[in-house]
């Protein structure tokens, strides 16, 4: 009988222009749901108006591969497979790749690439809020090669601006905010004759001072007080004996913070603040004690900043910095917990704005050396071993895929790093060791990799941006990093 229905609908098929529901899997639900998805799609309008607020939220190190696995583990952790979960960012209507090498670094660094999005022009790897004629590390390149900043723009045009990040808020990506610097890692000192630019630390007090930033959040304490104070939590600070910047941005009416309950006391009627979590960067997501998550830090920001821009409107960088870390670390397990982190803060911003006149997009800096491994079932955990496929099923076997070497492995690996089976005891031979599901999923475990490094690297493919709101549909194709400025930019200004 079902050969029959296939047969008479193979022969209307064949003289007319079939309609969908004249096919005969029309009833089958992952076809009615890309139907409802077309539906969806040409419905979707473009919105030209003007951008009030525009919201870029950069999860740094959280390319194609690593959004994939926290998705996922987001999946797995709600009760399902994890491939059908929608992530927030995920269902935003525009989509693009962007391409992220810097002009001299076909693997990018996050410096470099976040002066990209934030400036409209690429730039050397390692350098901060200039562009490619710079030489890294040599201050008396820097006069006349200074870009202009989407901060230092917008506040020019009376908006409210703010970063917030869970590493330093001196470090890569939120200093491009408001820093001009030859070296990323001139965060708190300066080699002995540079007197053509200020650390990042004391540009970030003038930008307070100034009113190019209004709010910052993160990590970082130990760039801005010296190292004969100690802070709240036992640290001391990296300054010279003396030179403590926090009394300076209390001086200028920045209000400070340093710990949750700090934090909670923040005002919220527009007030500048300053907040400092920790020493140097914020802990992960899974170890996160007295401090807010990256979400609470977004809800506040945005109210304060709703606050100071008025009618004018705000523009915030939001980052998740540890994504990055974990990843260097080859350790998936705080890579994905920190990518919900940040996917919990992409929710939170959207359900604080209107997409009637706030842009959002959502991007990552660049990828990590991360690859998934064999022909696992579903249901495998992403932080797991890889399971065989059920062929008379949905969800995998329960039984271990094993390599060649009669041994299992896990789904997510690392082409290099710390994790690496080729080790020096070992007169650098590579033999993996046993491994079972339990030991996988411990939150210290270091997935295998192939290259033996200290620690993983990044890598050099294209990252996904999503947007929504205004002009979010330019949004589309195959870009260079530093068109996203270039979106945002006519986005505010038409």
Same mark, same amino acid.
């Given at each position: 009988?079902?050969?029959?229905?296939?047969?008479?609908?193979?022969?209307?098929?064949?003289?007319?222009?079939?309609?969908?529901?004249?096919?005969?899997?029309?009833?089958?639900?992952?076809?009615?749901?890309?139907?409802?998805?077309?539906?969806?799609?040409?419905?979707?309008?473009?919105?030209?108006?003007?951008?009030?607020?525009?919201?870029?939220?950069?999860?740094?190190?959280?390319?194609?591969?690593?959004?994939?696995?926290?998705?996922?583990?987001?999946?797995?952790?709600?009760?399902?497979?994890?491939?059908?979960?929608?992530?927030?960012?995920?269902?935003?209507?525009?989509?693009?790749?962007?391409?992220?090498?810097?002009?001299?670094?076909?693997?990018?660094?996050?410096?470099?690439?976040?002066?990209?999005?934030?400036?409209?022009?690429?730039?050397?790897?390692?350098?901060?809020?200039?562009?490619?004629?710079?030489?890294?590390?040599?201050?008396?390149?820097?006069?006349?090669?200074?870009?202009?900043?989407?901060?230092?723009?917008?506040?020019?045009?009376?908006?409210?601006?703010?970063?917030?990040?869970?590493?330093?808020?001196?470090?890569?990506?939120?200093?491009?905010?408001?820093?001009?610097?030859?070296?990323?890692?001139?965060?708190?000192?300066?080699?002995?004759?540079?007197?053509?630019?200020?650390?990042?630390?004391?540009?970030?007090?003038?930008?307070?001072?100034?009113?190019?930033?209004?709010?910052?959040?993160?990590?970082?304490?130990?760039?801005?007080?010296?190292?004969?104070?100690?802070?709240?939590?036992?640290?001391?600070?990296?300054?010279?004996?003396?030179?403590?910047?926090?009394?300076?941005?209390?001086?200028? =009416?920045? &209000?400070? /913070?340093?710990?949750? +309950?700090?934090? #909670? $006391? !923040?005002?919220? @009627?527009?007030?500048? *603040?300053?907040?400092?979590?920790?020493?140097?960067?914020?802990?992960?997501?899974?170890?996160?004690?007295?401090?807010?998550?990256?979400?609470?830090?977004?809800?506040?920001?945005?109210?304060?900043?709703?606050?100071?821009?008025?009618?004018?409107?705000?523009?915030?960088?939001?980052?998740?910095?540890?994504?990055?870390?974990?990843?260097?670390?080859?350790?998936?397990?705080?890579?994905?917990?920190? =990518?919900? &982190?940040? /996917?919990?803060?992409? +929710?939170?911003? #959207? $359900? !604080?704005?209107? @997409?009637?006149?706030? *842009?959002?997009?959502?991007?990552?800096?660049?990828?990590?050396?991360?690859?998934?491994?064999?022909?696992?079932?579903?249901?495998?955990?992403?932080?797991?071993?890889?399971?065989?496929?059920?062929?008379?099923?949905?969800?995998?076997?329960?039984?271990?895929?094993?390599?060649?070497?009669?041994?299992?492995?896990?789904?997510?690996?690392?082409?290099?790093?710390?994790?690496?089976?080729?080790?020096?005891?070992?007169?650098? /031979?590579?033999?993996?060791?046993?491994? #079972?599901?339990?030991?996988?999923?411990?939150?210290?475990?270091?997935?295998?990799?192939?290259?033996?490094?200290?620690?993983?690297?990044?890598?050099?493919?294209?990252?996904?941006?999503?947007?929504?709101?205004?002009?979010?549909?330019?949004?589309?194709?195959?870009?260079?990093?530093?068109?996203?400025?270039?979106?945002?930019?006519?986005?505010?200004?038409?």
């Amino acid at each position: 009988m079902k050969l029959k229905s296939l047969l008479a609908a193979s022969t209307l098929l064949c003289g007319t222009a079939a309609y969908a529901e004249d096919l005969p899997q029309a009833g089958n639900t992952w076809f009615t749901d890309g139907q409802s998805t077309i539906a969806a799609m040409l419905a979707q309008q473009p919105n030209t108006a003007t951008a009030k607020n525009i919201i870029l939220l950069v999860s740094d190190g959280n390319g194609i591969g690593s959004n994939y696995a926290t998705r996922l583990w987001s999946g797995q952790q709600a009760g399902g497979f994890g491939d059908e979960y929608v992530q927030p960012q995920e269902a935003f209507p525009y989509l693009a790749l962007a391409k992220t090498y810097n002009v001299n670094a076909q693997t990018p660094d996050s410096a470099g690439t976040a002066t990209a999005m934030m400036s409209g022009v690429k730039t050397k790897a390692g350098v901060i809020g200039v562009d490619e004629d710079v030489v890294r590390g040599d201050c008396t390149t820097l006069p006349g090669n200074e870009v202009a900043t989407m901060n230092e723009i917008m506040s020019a045009m009376g908006k409210a601006t703010g970063v917030v990040s869970t590493a330093r808020i001196t470090h890569a990506t939120p200093a491009t905010g408001y820093a001009h610097s030859v070296d990323r890692n001139f965060e708190y000192k300066l080699p002995e004759g540079c007197t053509e630019q200020a650390d990042i630390a004391t540009q970030l007090l003038e930008a307070m001072k100034s009113g190019v930033v209004d709010v910052a959040l993160g990590g970082g304490r130990r760039n801005f007080i010296p190292s004969d104070v100690t802070d709240g939590e036992g640290k001391i600070g990296k300054r010279a004996p003396g030179d403590n910047l926090l009394p300076a941005f209390e001086e200028a =009416g920045v &209000a400070y /913070a340093w710990d949750q +309950a700090t934090f #909670d $006391a !923040l005002p919220a @009627d527009g007030t500048p *603040l300053l907040g400092l979590f920790e020493a140097s960067h914020m802990k992960y997501e899974a170890d996160r004690r007295n401090e807010p998550s990256l979400a609470e830090m977004t809800e506040a920001a945005i109210t304060a900043l709703k606050a100071a821009g008025g009618d004018k409107g705000f523009f915030l960088q939001i980052e998740a910095g540890r994504v990055d870390h974990a990843n260097h670390d080859g350790n998936a397990a705080r890579m994905v917990s920190d =990518g919900k &982190a940040f /996917a919990d803060a992409v +929710a939170m911003a #959207d $359900a !604080l704005t209107d @997409d009637a006149d706030t *842009l959002i997009i959502v991007t990552a800096d660049h990828e990590h050396a991360i690859a998934f491994n064999g022909y696992c079932g579903r249901g495998s955990s992403i932080l797991g071993l890889c399971m065989g496929i059920d062929g008379a099923g949905t969800a995998h076997n329960g039984k271990p895929i094993l390599a060649q070497d009669g041994k299992p492995f896990t789904v997510l690996g690392y082409l290099n790093g710390a994790g690496s089976v080729i080790r020096e005891e070992l007169n650098w /031979a590579g033999v993996r060791p046993e491994l #079972d599901e339990e030991t996988a999923h411990e939150l210290d475990y270091l997935q295998q990799a192939l290259v033996p490094t200290s620690y993983e690297t990044h890598s050099g493919e294209d990252v996904a941006v999503y947007a929504k709101g205004p002009w979010a549909h330019l949004v589309e194709g195959t870009l260079e990093q530093n068109v996203l400025f270039h979106v945002m930019h006519h986005a505010a200004t038409h």
